[in-house]
């Protein structure tokens, strides 16, 4: 989830966008691909094997642009379109902080997935994004979950149309944020546990060192060394790389980084949810794969509203 915020959603249009969410997701089935292009889940995770090997940050990029793609306008590869008047939402100063690596995996585990006859330009960069995320979480030590396929491609992306999540989000303004893509405070919890894995531009959270009592002061110290030898640091500073509950037991501790993710301990009715996490690392699991699910399914498109993009940069 990232990191800036500068309006909220019409609530008319919030609204409307969830009655219809449920009739494009129908289409959505874990088979959808068994006869079009049956060896793509093979050909997505050993690509993505390949770009983790590559890249550290691969695998936690992949996951953060699938968040980034689905919050906005829905789980359409909108994120991915570059156009050539530069309006289009990777561009949006919101998005700013994606990093290439994950864009990179996604084109590669394309390029791999056209490679065979059978599936060429038959799977959307929507489907290869959304596999991509898994594969992320999964070949990092985390749940391997069925994932449903079946999306079509957006043909729009706009820098307007990008709203998200910011670092000083209350409780409250999460929950208004997620309870928008018609996900609960359990789902908003569980997705954020994705924080195991990656890392945060430092711009992102100097203000809370020394400011913010609800971070541990060795913890305060400790980033403020990062600090000034970097421009990062790992949301899970103990096990980067690996997808496991210590981003709850950190904020048990007062060691989350980012504002919005200490919150959900220092407010009282969301650190339950933080507990059971830190202590029952399956319960989370299954959560977040519930999670992801729920999320796949925000605002998929149609053949009616959406196309199969031959190149995940550009409508075609």
Same mark, same amino acid.
Request: with cysteine; glycine share 10%.
């Given at each position: &989830?990232?990191?800036? &915020?500068?309006?909220?959603? /019409?609530?008319?249009?919030?609204? %409307?966008?969830?009655?219809?969410? /449920? ?14 292009? /049956? ?12 770009? !983790? ?14 968040? #980034?793609?689905?919050? %906005?306008?829905?789980?359409?590869? *909108?994120?991915?379109?570059?156009? *050539? ?38 799977? *959307? ?14 070949? $990092? ?20 149309? %990008?709203?998200?999540? #910011? ?11 997620? $309870? ?7 789902? &908003? ?73 200490? %919150? ?16 029952? /690392? ?9 999670? !992801? ?24």
């Amino acid at each position: &989830m990232t990191h800036m &915020m500068r309006s909220s959603f /019409p609530a008319a249009a919030v609204v %409307v966008a969830v009655l219809l969410w /449920p009739l494009a997701a129908a289409q959505l089935s874990t088979g959808y691909y068994a006869s079009i292009c /049956p060896n793509l889940e093979a050909i997505v995770q050993s690509s993505v094997k390949q770009s !983790m090997a590559q890249s550290q940050i691969a695998g936690p990029a992949a996951l953060r642009l699938f968040f #980034h793609d689905c919050a %906005v306008k829905g789980c359409d590869a *909108s994120i991915m379109i570059v156009n *050539s008047n530069g309006d289009d939402e990777w561009r949006n100063p919101d998005n700013q902080s994606l990093k290439p690596p994950g864009f990179q995996t996604i084109l590669d585990a394309k390029a791999a997935v056209d490679n065979d006859p059978q599936c060429r330009y038959n799977v *959307s960069c929507a489907d290869i994004l959304a596999l991509a995320a898994r594969e992320a979480v999964s070949q $990092s030590g985390g749940p391997y979950y069925q994932v449903e396929l079946g999306r079509y491609d957006g043909r729009i992306s706009t820098k307007s149309s %990008v709203v998200l999540p #910011h670092v000083d989000f209350n409780l409250d303004q999460l929950n208004s944020f997620f $309870s928008g893509l018609g996900l609960s405070q359990t789902d &908003m919890i569980a997705l954020s546990g994705g924080h195991t894995l990656g890392a945060a531009d430092c711009t992102f959270f100097q203000n809370r060192i020394g400011t913010d009592p609800s971070m541990d002061s060795g913890f305060a110290a400790q980033l403020r060394n990062t600090c000034a030898g970097q421009t990062f640091a790992f949301l899970d500073g103990a096990t980067p790389g690996g997808f496991d509950n210590l981003y709850f037991k950190n904020l048990q501790g007062g060691k989350g980084l980012l504002g919005s993710d200490q %919150v959900l301990y220092t407010d009282l009715r969301s650190r339950g949810t933080v507990d059971y996490y830190a202590s029952n /690392p399956g319960t989370f699991f299954y959560d977040f794969t519930n999670a !992801m699910t729920k999320l796949g399914r925000v605002g998929v498109k149609t053949a009616a509203n959406g196309e199969i993009r031959r190149d995940c940069r550009t409508p075609n």
